[in-house]
């Protein structure tokens, strides 16, 4: 996978990456003529239940039939109807065995476990999942810049994002091409910061982010990326 570009926005390789394990694990699988069905979400074999369909399809941008079929690819890979982090570390695990996905995957677990009790349910994946192929190229931007503040204090730091990077190239591994010299996430980090912090006063804000973001093509031509893929 080329790295080009990640120095404005890792956004397109963090939700790529992600909706590649999701193909891989069956849990975005292709709705057939047999998820025609408007019946609610099956909840007798799992311990957390679901909101209902209509609540969760007025939450969201998915239709009935889209939920439906993304509840039984999350039910057969999480049958007690909730991810724990070790579960979600243990997929990525498995997809990249090449490299060392566990902090890629702490950071991504927490940016979908909302209300951070530890666990995500199916609600916070749909929600999280409408928002990468479906919602406003602001809600978009505003879920990575989420991501990559990491201690949730509304600033992105050169710590934070470095960590975010060092996380992409650890899980990699080594079978990236060209080989990525090992001061590369910093230069990517210093790149990001010189495009991003409009003032230099060392972080990044939402508003600095949000309007860098939509004024360069190469991020707005990567949010397209995500549509289309369920």
Same mark, same amino acid.
């Given at each position: ?10 956004? #397109?390789?963090?939700? %790529? %990456?992600?909706?590649?394990?999701? +193909? ?42 889209? %939920? ?21 570390? %243990? ?18 677990? &927490?940016?979908?476990? @909302?209300?951070?009790?530890? #666990?995500?349910?199916?609600? !916070? ?12 190229? $602001?809600? +978009?931007?505003?879920? #990575? ?17 470095? @960590? ?5 190239? !650890? ?16 230069? $990517? ?9 409009? &003032?230099? !006063? ?15 093509? &190469? ?8 549509? &289309?893929?369920?």
């Amino acid at each position: 996978m080329g790295f080009q570009g990640m120095e404005l926005c890792a956004m #397109a390789v963090v939700v %790529l %990456l992600f909706i590649a394990v999701l +193909k891989q694990f069956g849990i975005l699988e292709p709705i057939s003529m047999e998820d025609s069905s408007d019946s609610e979400l099956e909840l007798s074999t799992v311990r957390h239940q679901p909101e209902g369909l209509d609540q969760l399809q007025a939450q969201t941008k998915f239709t009935k039939k889209e %939920l439906q079929s993304l509840y039984r690819g999350f039910k057969n890979e999480c049958p007690t109807g909730l991810v724990d982090e070790d579960t979600f570390k %243990l997929i990525y695990s498995q997809f990249f065995p090449q490299g060392d996905a566990t902090t890629y995957a702490h950071f991504l677990f &927490n940016a979908f476990d @909302a209300d951070g009790n530890g #666990a995500i349910r199916f609600e !916070d994946f749909v929600v999280g999942l409408s928002i990468l192929l479906r919602g406003t190229v $602001h809600e +978009k931007l505003k879920w #990575a810049f989420n991501l990559y503040d990491i201690n949730k204090d509304g600033y992105i730091t050169k710590e934070e994002m470095l @960590a975010i990077m060092k996380s992409i190239y !650890d899980m990699m591994g080594r079978h990236t091409y060209p080989i990525l010299r090992e001061d590369a996430p910093m230069e $990517h980090v210093e790149r990001f910061f010189q495009k991003m912090d409009r &003032n230099q !006063d060392g972080v990044v804000t939402i508003d600095e982010f949000l309007e860098t973001c939509q004024k360069d093509e &190469n991020i707005m031509s990567s949010m397209q990326l995500f549509e &289309n893929v369920i």
